[in-house]
């Protein structure tokens, strides 16, 4: 069982920075992706950002130039970078991990950290 823990979440003005940190409880090169997810209310869960065991990464359409994501192997952590946040960026953020099983895909969610981004 992956555990995963998210923190650096907080109340942002727009056009600030914030970056995310997620621990996981097992060496992240095991799994087969890693990746942030967020959930506005009424809203459903969308993919952020993701990065795979051999490095590539992908981006919502909303955060292309704005975010970026990365990871640490050695350290466990998976973290993601957040520049002009603007209001619509407000969201729970959840880290996830991907684990490829024989019946499909095996996913692993954080706790969530709140981002709120202010006008």
């Known amino acids: 069982q992956v555990q995963l823990v998210e923190s650096g979440g907080g109340l942002v003005q727009a056009g600030g920075s914030l970056r995310l940190s997620c621990a996981a409880s097992?060496?992240?090169?095991?799994?087969?992706?890693m990746g942030w997810y967020r959930q506005a209310p009424g809203k459903q869960r969308e993919l952020v950002a993701s990065i795979t065991r051999g490095g590539s990464t992908n981006f919502a359409d909303s955060v292309k130039g704005r975010f970026s994501i990365s990871r640490d192997n050695a350290k466990n952590m998976v973290y993601l970078q957040m520049n002009s946040l603007r209001p619509e960026d407000t969201a729970v953020y959840y880290c996830?991990?991907?684990?490829?099983?024989?019946?499909?895909?095996?996913?692993?969610w954080g706790q969530g950290t709140q981002v709120t981004v202010s006008s």
């Open positions: 097992q060496n992240i090169y095991t799994l087969n992706a």
């Open positions: 996830n991990a991907a684990e490829f099983v024989p019946w499909g895909t095996r996913n692993y």
